[in-house]
């Protein structure tokens, strides 16, 4: 309970932890390991690789808005398969994890 209660509040101070340690804290959360086995590396401005425990997941940063105002941004996964486009940059798949 208390693990749930600290993910919780460290999800709501995301304005002021660096992008690449909210991914880190949420995908420990996912992965059910410490945030200090997690490796994350930047794919584009809003998007995160994450590794840790023989697991592998991408994260997209999502702001939806409510009546036109921004609300709090937080981490989604991003389905297995899905390719990923910059501007300007050709598409990009995600690592193959051999699971398929």
């Known amino acids: 309970m208390l693990k749930k209660i ?6 709501s ?9 909210q991914v880190q804290i949420r995908a420990a959360h996912d992965f059910q390991c410490e945030a200090s086995q997690v490796k994350t590396t930047r794919v584009d401005e809003r998007t995160f690789h994450a590794s ?6 991408s994260y997209v940063e999502s702001c939806p808005e409510v009546s036109g105002q921004l609300t709090r941004c937080t981490w989604v996964q991003r389905p297995a398969g899905e390719s990923v486009v910059q ?4 598409a990009v798949s995600p690592p193959d994890t051999g699971t398929n």
């Not at 600290?6 to 999800?11: D, G, P, Q």
């Not at 101070?13 to 690449?20: F, G, L, N, Q």
């Not at 840790?52 to 997941?57: I, L, N, R, S, T």
């Open 13 to 21: 101070a995301c304005a002021t932890i660096p992008k690449s340690e």
């Open 87 to 90: 501007k300007g940059a050709p």
């Open 6 to 11: 600290l993910f919780a509040l460290s999800l």
């Open 52 to 57: 840790a425990c023989g697991q592998e997941v």
